[in-house]
């Protein structure tokens, strides 16, 4: 993709073209139409799991807006939140001031951090939009360390944490995403985890811990990080704590030096406060998961797919390795063959994009909607809401393990309109 | 302020820190308190021009949001069309699919833009978070050019156009703020940004128009390109056209090569797709602002509002320039005794911070609030929304003169709490 190319790295803009409205461009198909080729629905309602698309058909929706809505869509008490924000006649915007409703979102996040962290968090409000919540940590860890390094966990060997050269001081932090969504749906075995934790108190880095895929119970704990008991010093939030709507955080300890600045919220500082709406969807998204212990049910249910996907690799020659964690999961589609569509850096030998595309577009022909992932996007990845219930849940994976049969019978063709299969 | 040092540039995370909840540290004071030393309002309920604190108090809020609420705070047609969302059951959040409310508003955003744009134009959303508008504009320019190189107009020079070594190539782009709002309200000259058009277009140079702070109707014309006629290659919108939420596009005419991808915004490209309260209440806003010509209304008021601040500079020894354009003004303090309490860089010999943060604070008494910009924050920005009244403007001004004469009868104090001058 042109635009995104050459930006590289964290900060690459994750944008999506859209052609002009055609009344300008009688030429042209309608902007709505340009998508519904890539992926022919056009959502006009939304309530749960299921979405209604404009031409009547219903879809089980498990992309989840990539996981942000871990109540499905349009849930009640996220609704009921937003309209009492309304109907209250508070400022949907402020820019300096806190709030009421900013204020029981902040009570409601700590409620759900473990004591350890709760008791001594703070927590920076990031955005609205043009600033990510990751470079917001990578700042905090600089400051706090006056080191400028930051490495991702995944790319580290435990020996990067050590002195390998004399004199080369430690990284300021090291970044870790419990499960790594967007690299294949790849979990961090707990040792790992914990190992990490221990060599960076050692070598005083701060361990911050991305919750952007995995909070808010998605992986079976509330929080990801929970699952090997560590306690974190940085947390970066974001998706799932605005409740459908946009909002991210970093949440870190106190006592980091040179953060304790009191002055680091005054206005004139730049600073953003978190916008009213998500804030207040969020906060009863955060309580909904709690008082339900949706993050149990997600351990579950989560159990129960994994183990269900995980029969189909063996019955399918097509399905590589199945990862994840509680109701979060990547399918790895290979070629029968053994010979890969996608030998590039980062695939695995025999995985197949084109493959993975296929099992998407057979998906959704079936009333199943699902994303891909990984380096390569030779990932199927599978995302419910955390309310997905037992009958869902089983017409989710009937669905998945017939449009992989359907795809299992034929060899692959990348090069095909998904347009054209689209029964209309 | 720590977190923010480090990063630097245009990727600086602008993020607000929040002590954790006093249940947690009751030896703390609640976190809304923390901020109400800074700021001391509670903001409780809003409407138009007007803010309503915890206490009881209202003020005439001339931030808007850093001029992001065009029609000030709950304007009834932004809460209409949220309201419709709400009740029609259109899914809030989608990743990878574009819907009618989307399709909505660009055909509203095509409307505002000058044929010669809108004839041929892209629109590519950003965010919901993490995403900087003009990172994915630099992205946009470096695709369509091969080029790397991105500067700033502020900092140009019209020779950085030319060549000046022999084999050097031309930037990709040239960014362009009409007026420069957080560099302190510097107005570009329409002739400058003519000269800088045609020296881009000699040079096959993109010319980028940032929209964020001077869009929709803000200085006196929809987009404050159009003052000087030109036609800008990309837009960086951002701020106003949410219409109170988070929202962010990027705008470029068809034709740029590299950046006609069909499959740039597929599923599993990371595309998103923008918030739907966010692009309902936008396209509401954008909607009222073209039919009810409240850009001409800003030019007339905002022509009226400069006119009176210019007569402060004559009264008033701390007031130094007045800058501005529409209902976008920036009042320079300066110190009488011609010191400077901002010596550093970047500031103009004599200004002062500490004074202008007096003025401030002078207004929040006297129910106005109006906030800090430039470099070294030693100008009050006025941004009231486009709907402000002849009345309201008179309060506004009355507020601000009385404001400034009381700082100016006593020397500036930048070391006291703000609190404290507080009347409860």
């Known amino acids: 993709m042109g635009a995104r190319g050459p930006a590289g790295g964290a900060s690459t803009p994750a944008c999506a073209a859209k052609e002009g409205a055609s009344r300008f461009q009688p030429a042209r198909e309608p902007a709505a139409r340009t998508y519904a080729r890539a992926l022919p629905v056009v959502p006009v309602r939304a309530r749960g799991l299921t979405i209604e698309g404009a031409d009547g058909r219903r879809y089980l929706d498990c992309v989840s807006g990539s996981g942000t809505l871990v109540l499905g869509h349009n849930h009640p008490v996220v609704l009921e939140a937003i309209r009492r924000v309304l109907d209250s006649g508070a400022p949907l915007h402020v820019t300096d001031l806190t709030t009421p409703v900013e204020d029981a979102f902040v009570t409601e996040l700590l409620r759900t951090l473990p004591p350890g962290l709760a008791h001594h968090a703070r927590v920076r409000f990031c955005g609205p939009t043009g600033t990510d919540p990751v470079d917001t940590a990578v700042a905090l860890v600089r400051a706090a360390t006056g080191r400028t390094r930051v490495i991702a966990a995944a790319d580290a060997h435990p020996s990067v944490l050590d002195d390998r050269e004399p004199g080369q001081a430690p ?254």
């Open 171 to 424: 990284p300021a932090g090291l970044i870790l995403e419990a499960v790594r969504s967007a690299a294949g749906v790849l979990p961090t075995p707990d040792a790992r985890v914990r190992r990490l934790r221990a060599l960076t108190t050692e070598r005083a880095v701060l361990l911050v811990a991305d919750e952007t895929e995995t909070g808010v119970g998605r992986t079976g704990a509330y929080w990801a990080f929970e699952h090997s008991g560590v306690t974190p010093d940085v947390l970066v939030l974001s998706k799932a704590i605005g409740g459908s709507l946009p909002l991210a955080a970093v949440v870190h300890r106190d006592g980091l030096d040179g953060l304790d600045d009191p002055h680091a919220g005054e206005p004139g500082a730049g600073a953003f406060r978190g916008n009213q709406l998500a804030l207040a969807a969020g906060a009863a998204t955060l309580a909904h998961v709690r008082e339900h212990r949706l993050a149990a049910h997600a351990a579950a249910l989560g159990h129960r797919m994994l183990t269900r996907l995980r029969s189909l690799a063996e019955e399918f020659a097509c399905v590589g390795e199945v990862r994840g964690r509680g109701l979060m999961a990547g399918i790895e589609l290979v070629a029968p063959d053994g010979t890969s569509d996608t030998p590039a850096r980062g695939a695995r030998p025999g995985t197949s994009a084109g493959l993975a595309a296929a099992v998407r577009r057979e998906c959704l022909r079936r009333g199943l909607i699902v994303d891909t992932t990984g380096p390569r996007a030779n990932v199927v990845r599978l995302l419910p809401p955390l309310i997905v219930t037992e009958e869902q849940m089983s017409a989710v994976l009937d669905r998945l393990a017939d449009a992989v049969q359907a795809v299992d019978r034929r060899p692959a063709d990348p090069a095909a309109s998904p347009g054209e299969r689209i029964p209309r």
